[in-house]
C-alpha cells in the first residue's frame, strides 16, 4: 500500500560518513521546491544544542525551503564554532537547493560535544540534494537518515479530507533514548500539502506537542537537540485552512503525532514494556503531568514493572513526592485494569494474576485516580531492564 | 578498640520473624532508663508511613524512654489500620520498658502495603527488652536490626571534649535504595549523652540533616518512611550545652552524619562507584542542591559512571534541565580533577586517561562551576549498574 505522502516535498537519506557503518543513512534532506510554512517547538534545556537556536531564529516562517538533519553528531555544547557549524550546514543545504541561505532549518542528534564533520556534510549534502525524490522509498529513506539508537524507522501517513480536499500528511521521528519530559524529546518533523498560516501552524503544532510528545519519557533525561517541526507545503490546492476544516486538520495531526511518540518508549533502549500512566482527578492538566511524569521516572517504577511485579508501593509513594498537594486517604490504583489499592489503603488483590497480565503484553497500564478535581492526562514511558544499563554504560564519548 | 557509647542509653536487636531469614535481626529496642530529649527530622512525601505520623507528632521531645524499629515491613500505605499498628507497636515497647504509652517512637522499613505482624512484634518486643544492654555487641546488634537491603552495618561513634566534659556521640543508619532527596532518605538514629533543650536538639538536627542525609541519592526515590532521629540522654552530666559548647558538639554531629550518609549511596544497591558531585558558583545553597541532584539523578549520568565513560555531554545536559537558570557559556566541568568543559565549550582532554581514573576508584568526583555567585553544595549518589536493576526487579510485593 503505497505511503499518503504530501506533495510539494522531495525526500532523500543517505550515508556521509559520519556514522561509523556505512550501511547507515546519517544525512537527510527534506526538499520544498514551492516553499513551505514552518512552526517548530524545542528543547527546554537551558544548555541547548546550536541548531535548535538557528531554528528557534528562523521559526514560524511563511517560506522555508529546505530541512537537513545528520545523525551521530548533536552539535551540542559546541560553544561558537558549533553554531557557525550549524549555520553553514543550513547554508550548504540552501544551495544545493537553490535557494537564500535563510530559508533553511537544520537539526543534529547523536553524541554531545564534538564538533561536526563539515567537509562530510558537504559533500553528502550535495550527493544528497541530487537524489531527491518524491517517492516511498526517498521518504524511508530520510526517515533512516535521523536514527541513531533506535531500532527502527518511527514514521507514519494518512490522507485526510477537509473541505472537499484531500490533504495528506506524513510524520517521521526518532529517539530512544535521552527523553525526557518538555519538549519534543526527540526529533521530528510533520509534512503536510494543508495550507496553513504560519501562526496557526505554531499555535497547532504546540498542541499537538503538548499531547503527544511532551507526554513521553525514556530515563527522563531532557535532550539539547530535542526538535519538533510542521512544515505546510500547501500543495493541495484550495484555501487556507480555517475553522472546522482546520479543526479537523489538527485533530488528524495530533492522533499522529500521539502515535508516533508512543513508539519513542516503546521503542525505549532496553524496553520491554512500554506503560501507559492516566492520572486523573486532579485540579488541572500540569498537576496531572507533574505526577505521572515523576512515577514515569522512578528507577523504582520501572524495574517493578520489567520484572512484571506489581510493586504498587512504589507508584503511590512516587505520586507523593511529584510535588503536587493531593489528600493520600482519597488515592485509587489500578494497574492492567485490576483495582489494587482504594481510598488510601490496600486491597486484597491475587499477585500472580496482575503479575501474569504484566507479564502477557507489552503495554502495561497503570492508572492512578486522586480525588482533587476533573483533570487527567496519560504519559508513556520505558520500563528499566538491564539491557539498558548496558547500552548506556558503553555508549562511549 | 571500644566504641564510644553515650551514657545512658541501652540497646538489643534480635529476629522477630518478619524477615524470612532466621540469622538475620529484625526487631531493635534503644532504651533510654532516664529519659532522652529526642528531636526529628521526617520523609517530605506525602504518602508518608503510618511510624512517620506518630513521631512527627511526638516530636521534640523532652522525655522519650524508647525507641524501637523493626525491619522487612515498612507499614506504609496501609490507611487507619496502620496508624492503630504503629501506635500499638510503641505502646508495646513502652510497657515492656515500664514507660508510659506516649513516650516510645517508633520506625519501620521495608516493603509497603502490608500490614505489620503485631503477634510477632510483640513477643519480639518482650524478648528484646529483656535483652537490653550497654555494651558494644548490642548496639551492634541494634544496628543490625533496622537493616534491609544493606550489605552491612552503617554506625559511628565519637568521644568529644565539649566545656571540660567527655561527650559521646553513636550514630546508626541503614539505606541501599528508595533513596532521594528531601529528608533523611533512610532511617537513622543519633544518641548522645550530651545534655541539649529539645529546641536545640531540634533545630541542630535539622541543620545537621541539611548538611548531610539531604545531600545524598540512590535512584532519587524519595521514601515513605524515612526519618532521623536525635536522642540526647544528658547523661554526661553537666549544663545544658549552650554558645561555643553547643556549636563544637554540632559540628561533630554533622560530621559523623556525613559519614554516616555517605555510607548509603556506597552501599547503594548494584553501586560500584560513589559520585560526589560538587556544584558550585550559584547564587544559593538551594541552586546548587537542585542542580546537583538533577545530575545525581539522571540515569544516563549514573550509567555513564558505571561504564567508566566521561559522558561529560549528559552532565552539562542535565544541569540544563535542573529548573535553575544559569547561563551555559559561564560552565566549566571537571572529572576527578581532569579539565573537560570550560566556559560552555570542550576541552581537548584524553579520554583515556580520565575513563581510567574512573575504573581505578570507588569515588568518582564531578565538578561543575558556574558562573552566578559563591554558593555551593556536594551531593553524593550511586552509579546505576546492571545489578541495580537486576535487583529491583526482583524485589518482589
Known sequence: MPLHLPLGFRFAGLHCGIKKNPQKE?????????????????????????????????????????????????????????????????????????????????????????FLPLEKIAAGVRRCSQGLDT??????????????????????????????????????????????PN???????????????????QRVLKEVADASFNCISVEGHTSTNDTLLLLASGAAGGEQLSGADLQTFAQAL????????????????????????????????????????????SALVKTAIAGGDPNWGRIV????????????????????????????APLTFDARTVSQSIKASRETAVELTLGEGQEGITFWTSDLTVDYVKFNADYST
Chains 1, 2 share one sequence.
Open 183 to 201: 519538549m519534543a524529546t526527540m526529533l521530528g518533523m510533520l509534512l503536510t500539502d494543508a495550507k496553513l498560516s504560519p501562526d496557526d501552524a
Open 135 to 180: 517517492g516511498d522509498a526517498a521518504f524511508m529513506a530520510a526517515a533512516r537518515g535521523i536514527l541513531t539508537s533506535d531500532k527502527g524507522t518511527k514514521t507514519t501517513t494518512r490522507a485526510v479530507t477537509s473541505g472537499g480536499r484531500t490533504i495528506n500528511i506524513a510524520g517521521m521521528c526518532k529517539g530512544a533514548g535521552m527523553i525526557g
Open 26 to 114: 546519517d544525512l537527510t534532506l527534506v526538499h520544498c521546491p514551492g516553499g513551505a510554512v514552518a512552526a517548530g517547538v524545542y528543547t527546554q534545556n537551558l544548555v541547548y544544542a546550536a541548531p535548535v537556536a538557528v531554528d528557534r531564529a528562523r521559526t514560524p516562517s511563511s517560506d522555508i525551503r529546505v530541512v537537513v538533519v545528520n545523525s551521530g553528531n548533536a552539535n551540542a555544547c559546541t560553544g561558537e564554532r558549533g553554531l557557525r557549524d550549524a549555520e553553514e550546514m543550513a547554508r550548504l543545504a540552501a544551495e544545493a537547493c537553490d535557494a537564500p541561505a535563510e530559508k533553511a532549518l537544520v537539526m543534529s542528534t547523536g553524541i554531545i560535544g564534538h
Open 317 to 344: 509513594s512516587a505520586a507523593g513526592y511529584a510535588g503536587v498537594k493531593f489528600d493520600p486517604t482519597k488515592v485509587d490504583l489500578a494497574i492492567n485494569g485490576h483495582p489494587i489499592y482504594r481510598q488510601g
Open 254 to 297: 495530533k492522533e499522529m503525532a500521539i502515535e508516533l511518540a508512543k513508539q519513542i518508549p516503546d521503542d525505549g533502549e532496553g524496553a520491554t514494556h512500554v506503560i501507559a500512566i492516566t492520572v486523573q482527578g486532579t485540579k488541572s492538566r500540569g498537576e496531572a503531568r507533574q505526577i505521572a511524569q515523576t512515577i514515569a521516572d
